[in-house]
C-alpha cells in the first residue's frame, strides 16, 4: 500500500469532489488545488493549499500556466526508492494522488455558437500532462479521472491506499481517457471546412469501445468473439440491458436481439417482434401483447423456433406462457412483471434481456467493418408519415390499406434487401429477405403466406425494377403496395398495377439493408 500523503485535486466534473476532499482529509492527506475547484473546497471549509503558493510560481496567461511545472511533475513522476535524491535537492515533495479530469471540450464543441477560438480553448494542456504522469508512475502513484471511483478509493485510505492491482486499473482507465479527449479533439479540428463549417464525417475518426464481456465464440465455434459498448452511442442499446436469467449471451445472440429491439422500437402500438439469422420472421401489432406474440409467432412458427423474441412494452404473464410452450433463444423488453419473470424461470436457458425504455432510436452512427477500412453512416432512424406518400394508382388505398401498408413498411425498413413483406391486419404473413432480385423475394414472401396473403399489402423496400416484380405479387394476391418510387420503368410499373386493380403508394425514400 502507498499512503497517500499529498494529493492534487482539479476537476471540472465537481460531482462528489467535496466528500471525496473530505475522505482524503479525514487520513491526513494534505490536499493540493487550482482555480474553481479551490475555491469550491475553501467555501466547503475544507483546507486547500494552492499550487501557485506549493509550486511559488504564480498561475498566469488566463489560467494556462498552472501546474506545468518541476515541482508538480517531479513530485508525480518520481520512482520512490529511487529519485529521493534529486527530489530532496530540488525542494520536491511526493504527490501521491492525482484527482483530475479535464476540460469539458466535447460539450463545448457540441454547442451551436461554438467558435474556432472556444474550441481551442477548451483544450486541456496540463490536465492530461498530469493524468500521464500519474499513470506511467502508477506504481506509487494513484491516479483517479472518474467520480465514480471516488467511493471506492475513500474505501482503500484506511489501509493506506489503493493497492498496486487497483492503482494499476486506475492507470489503465486514465489512459483510455487521454486517449479519447485526444480523439475527440482529432475529430473537431479534422472536421472543419476552410469556412468553419463542420462536416459529419472527420478526415481522422476516432471512437472508442469498451469491453462489456466475453462472448463464448464468434459466428463459429471456431472463432473468438467479444461484446464492446460505445459509451457515445445515442438512446437505449443492447449495451444497456440487464441479463436477468440464461446461459451467456452468444455473438450471434447480441446480432439477433439487436435486429428485434430496433425492428420492435419503431412501432408505438402494442407489438412483437421475431427475428431468426438477423431478418424478422414474424411481427405482429395487437391489442394486447399475448395476442401480438400469438400472431407474430404464427406468421412463420418454423423460423420462430429458436428465435429472439422482442417487445416494446413491459412482458406480461400472458405473453410469458405463450413463450414458454416453444424453444426461444433470447426475449428482450423493456422490463419483466414478477409473475412473468416465475414463468420464465422454468426455462432456465432463456435470456431475458431487460432494457431500460423502448423508446425509438433517434440518430448516431452505424459502423460496417470491411477489409482494409470501416463504413460509417448515419443510422436509418426514418419514420415515414402517411402524408409523405404519394398514391400513383387509378385506385386509392382505403383506410385498413393504409394501416397495413405503413405497418408493412416498418417491418421493410429491418428486413435485409431484396425485402418483400406481405402483411394484413398489422401482422405480417410472408418475408421475403436477402435474395438477389427482387422477383425471387417476392415469391419466397407469397410462398410463406400461402393463401392467407389473399387481400393482403405488400411493402417493398425499394424500387421494382420492372413489371416483373408487381406481376408476382399481384398473382399471389397482394391488393395495395408501398415502394419507394423512383425507376426509370416507373411507369411501366404503375400500368401493371392498374392492370390489376391493385393500389400503389410512392414513399420517395428507400430503405436497403445489407
Not at 187 to 196: Q, R
Request: glycine share 8%; net charge negative.
Amino acid at each position: 500500500m502507498t499512503h497517500i500523503r499529498r494529493a492534487l485535486l482539479s476537476v471540472s466534473d465537481k460531482r462528489g469532489i467535496e466528500e471525496f476532499a473530505r475522505a482524503l482529509l479525514a487520513h491526513g492527506t494534505e490536499i493540493l488545488s487550482t482555480g474553481g475547484t479551490a475555491r469550491l473546497l475553501r467555501d466547503a471549509d475544507i483546507p486547500v493549499r494552492d499550487v501557485s503558493d506549493y509550486t511559488g510560481f504564480p498561475e498566469m496567461m488566463d489560467g494556462r500556466i498552472k501546474t506545468l511545472h518541476p515541482k508538480v511533475h517531479g513530485g508525480i513522476l518520481a520512482r520512490r526508492g529511487k529519485d529521493d535524491e534529486a527530489m530532496k535537492a530540488q525542494g520536491i515533495s511526493p504527490i501521491d494522488l492525482v484527482c483530475v479530469n479535464l476540460y469539458p471540450f466535447r460539450e463545448t464543441v457540441a454547442r451551436d455558437d461554438c467558435s474556432y477560438e472556444d474550441a481551442v480553448e477548451n483544450i486541456d494542456i496540463g490536465g492530461p500532462c498530469m493524468i500521464r504522469a500519474a499513470a506511467k508512475n502508477h506504481a506509487w502513484v494513484s491516479v483517479v479521472v472518474d467520480p465514480d471511483d471516488y467511493a471506492q478509493i475513500a474505501q482503500t485510505l484506511a489501509h493506506g491506499g489503493p493497492d498496486q492491482r487497483l492503482r494499476q486499473a486506475l492507470a489503465v482507465k486514465a489512459f483510455a481517457h487521454t486517449a479519447a479527449y485526444d480523439g475527440a479533439i482529432a475529430n473537431h479540428f479534422s472536421a472543419l471546412n476552410d469556412d468553419g463549417s463542420k462536416r459529419m464525417f472527420p478526415d481522422i475518426y476516432t471512437r472508442q469501445f469498451i469491453r462489456a464481456s466475453d462472448l463464448r465464440y464468434g459466428e463459429n465455434p471456431h472463432q473468438q468473439a467479444a461484446f464492446y459498448a460505445d459509451p457515445e452511442d445515442q438512446g437505449v442499446s443492447l449495451a444497456d440491458c440487464e441479463i436477468l436469467q440464461g446461459k451467456a449471451i452468444s455473438y450471434n445472440n447480441i446480432a439477433d436481439a439487436d435486429a428485434a429491439w430496433a425492428c420492435v422500437r419503431d412501432f408505438s402500438d402494442t407489438a412483437a417482434v421475431i427475428v431468426k439469422h438477423a431478418n424478422p420472421c414474424g411481427v405482429a401489432i395487437a391489442d394486447t401483447q399475448a395476442e401480438a406474440y400469438r400472431l407474430a409467432r404464427a406468421a412463420d412458427s418454423i423460423s420462430a423456433f429458436g428465435g429472439i423474441a422482442a417487445f416494446n412494452r413491459p412482458l406480461d404473464a400472458a405473453t410469458a406462457s405463450l413463450i414458454v410452450e416453444t424453444f426461444m433463444e433470447v426475449v428482450i423488453a423493456p422490463g419483466f412483471s414478477e409473475q412473468a419473470r416465475r414463468i420464465l424461470a422454468g426455462k432456465p436457458n432463456l435470456r431475458l434481456m431487460a432494457a431500460p425504455s423502448a423508446e425509438p432510436v433517434s440518430g448516431g452512427l452505424e459502423y460496417k467493418r470491411v477489409n482494409g477500412g470501416l463504413l460509417v453512416q448515419q443510422r436509418d432512424a426514418h419514420m415515414l408519415c402517411r402524408q409523405d406518400c404519394r398514391v400513383v394508382t387509378e385506385n386509392a388505398p382505403d383506410e385498413t390499406q393504409w394501416n397495413d401498408l405503413l405497418f408493412a413498411w416498418s417491418v421493410a425498413k429491418h428486413v435485409k434487401s431484396n425485402a418483400i413483406v406481405f402483411a394484413k391486419r398489422g401482422v405480417t404473413l410472408g418475408v421475403g429477405a436477402g435474395q438477389m432480385n427482387r422477383v425471387n423475394s417476392t415469391r419466397i414472401a407469397a410462398h410463406h403466406g400461402g393463401e392467407a396473403i389473399n387481400g393482403s399489402v405488400v411493402a417493398s423496400d425499394a424500387f421494382f425494377p420492372f413489371r416483373d416484380g408487381l406481376d408476382a405479387l399481384a398473382e399471389a394476391g397482394a391488393t395495395a403496395v408501398i415502394q419507394p418510387g423512383g425507376s426509370v420503368r416507373d411507369e411501366e410499373v404503375i400500368a401493371a398495377a392498374n392492370e390489376h386493380g391493385i393500389a400503389m403508394v410512392f414513399t420517395g425514400i428507400r430503405h436497403f439493408r445489407h
